[in-house]
């Protein structure tokens, strides 16, 4: 489930547990050390408070001694002397009475001639009260000081000393009248007084518990608090990493418009840089993926069709090579079945074959012709300066005997004189055969015109007639080898269906174009287009 959470809010709930953790571990410690830590500086209270009251009493001790005209120099003098019994001064009474308040101490200070204050069993009567912070009368008994009866009636039994010198000794004692405990420090000045100096270890313990609770609260508070922080600050941060996430999936899915606006220059803003790096190159890389897929497809298609075309072109020559064989062997087989055959018989039956003969020929040559364009595909021409404007002209000449006979107008147009880089001997037949196709497929009483003209980079030549025509769902496959709209009229005008294709691969050669534009009854026009200058 944990990791199902957004992140924002992963961050929150660690912040919590850190906090919580945290929190959890000091309570522990608190409970563990901090009644300690607290004893420990109430000791250093204890003990610095009775070194200073030491200095203090030693100083009075001093100053009546001074004024007494003894010597004050050896801590001798002040052992054999002592304050009167009618307790100290009132300035030392103040300083020990504001060191106790400030300090929240319960001090008192007594005198026994007879024993120490160690002995604990010995009570003697004769302890009077020099100084109590409670107020009491100095002189009075120190059996009536509930400081000091309670220390001395204090349950001791487990709570050895947990300091304990020459002059003092630091305990914690339960006082059964009361039915709490306090920390003592009893302790004896050099002239022989003593001192108890009484701290609330109940205050302790219940300032350690407050204090863990207290610190427990404000935990729980911060870790709230925290978690509303986090969840809204980590928007802020988090929030370019949710658009960068964002951009990832779109990215996954081939969709790379997306890019991520780089604002900063902090880790995040070099992701997001490298993210948009990423998507171009990814996106390049896709579409040289697409296009080179493309190109194969193409390619596989153009393989499918080069195929196609070359079993069609095999079945074609097949067909068109035996034609005119078969019609010579159906000639010649007429003839030798014919035992006396009149003379124009014989005669025309061998022009027919002779005619046959001429055409299995050019079929021949025009195959080869193909071929040989087909193996060289532009390595072998023979580029030269040509005057198209003479080439057209003896093209018309050569032709015009047939346009003659076909009474066909044949006339040519020439815009300006051209000069052009073209192989002169694979041009000539290329615009022969257009010429001569118009001339071929025309209507009796037709037109044939050639139009030459050029601009700076190109010279073209259109070749329009009044003929037939050629319909529209035929115009696609004019160019193809072998094809023939009308074939029954292609092979009364003794066409092989391959002068189209050896036109158009001429025009390629020479880095050309050909366009064809025609209505069936109306006519056709050729428009072919060749550079000024071939470049290899």
């Known amino acids: 489930m944990f990791r199902k959470k957004s992140l924002k809010v992963k961050l929150s709930l660690i912040l919590i547990g850190i906090v919580l953790l945290i929190s959890v571990s000091s309570v522990l410690l608190s409970n563990i050390f901090l009644k300690r830590f607290y004893l420990a500086k109430k000791n250093q209270t204890l003990i610095s408070t009775f070194e200073k009251i030491d200095d203090m009493y030693a100083a009075e001790l001093q100053g009546k001694t001074t004024e007494s005209g003894e010597s004050s120099s050896t801590d001798e003098s002040l052992e054999n002397y002592a304050i009167p019994d009618s307790g100290i001064s009132d300035e030392l009474y103040l300083q020990l009475d504001k060191l106790s308040q400030t300090r929240n101490l319960s001090v008192i200070i007594y005198r026994d001639m007879s024993s120490p204050i160690f002995d604990y069993m010995l009570k003697s009567n004769t302890k009077l009260l020099l100084y109590s912070s409670l107020g009491m009368n100095q002189n009075s008994k120190v059996e009536s000081s509930n400081i000091y009866s309670d220390y001395i009636n204090a349950d001791k039994s487990g709570d050895a000393a947990s300091v304990k010198t020459d002059s003092y000794e630091i305990e914690k004692v339960n006082v059964k009248r009361l039915g709490a405990s306090y920390i003592y420090l009893a302790g004896t ?24 609770q207290f610190f427990l609260y404000i935990s729980l508070v911060a870790a709230l608090i925290g978690f509303v922080v986090m969840y809204f600050v980590s928007n802020r941060f988090l929030g370019p990493i949710t658009v960068l996430t964002n951009i990832a999936k779109r990215m996954s899915e081939l969709d790379f418009t997306a890019k991520y606006e780089v604002k900063t220059e902090d880790e995040v803003g070099v992701l997001g840089n490298s993210m948009n790096m990423l998507s171009e190159t990814l996106e390049q890389a896709l579409a040289e993926l697409k296009e080179a897929n493309t190109e194969l497809k193409k390619d596989l298609e153009k393989k499918e069709q080069i ?17 005119p064989i078969t019609s010579i062997r159906v000639l010649a087989d007429s003839l030798m079945s014919m035992e006396d055959a009149p003379v124009e018989l014989y005669r025309e039956f061998m022009n027919d074959i002779s005619d046959e003969i001429d055409r299995e020929s050019k079929i021949i040559d025009d195959l080869l012709a193909l071929v040989r364009m087909d193996k060289t595909a532009g390595t072998e021409l023979n580029i030269a300066q040509v005057n198209v404007n003479g080439l057209l002209e003896l093209i018309l000449k050569r032709l015009r005997p047939i346009a003659g006979k076909r009474n066909v107008e044949l006339t040519f147009e020439s815009i300006r004189e051209v000069t052009a880089d073209v192989d002169e001997v694979k041009l000539s037949l290329a615009l022969n055969n257009l010429v001569e196709n118009a001339i071929k497929y025309n209507v009796e009483g037709g037109w044939v015109r050639v139009t030459l003209d050029a601009d700076h980079k190109f010279f073209y030549v259109k070749v329009a007639d009044s003929g037939i025509g050629i319909s529209e769902e035929f115009q696609e496959h004019i160019f193809e080898r072998f094809y023939r709209v009308d074939k029954a009229r292609s092979r009364e005008t003794g066409g092989t269906g391959l002068g189209l294709a050896i036109t158009k691969n001429i025009i390629l050669m020479h880095q050309g174009a050909i366009r064809l534009t025609s209505k069936e009854g109306e006519g056709t026009t050729f428009t072919v287009r060749i550079p000024l200058t071939y470049i290899p």
Request: aromatic share 8%; hydrophobic share 40%; no cysteine.
């Open 189 to 212: 000045f050099k002239n022989g007084d003593h001192i108890l100096i009484r701290a609330s270890f109940s205050s302790i313990t219940e300032s350690a518990a407050l204090s863990n």
């Open 307 to 323: 195929d196609a075309m070359r079993k069609e072109f095999l079945s074609n020559v097949s067909h068109e090579l035996k034609t």
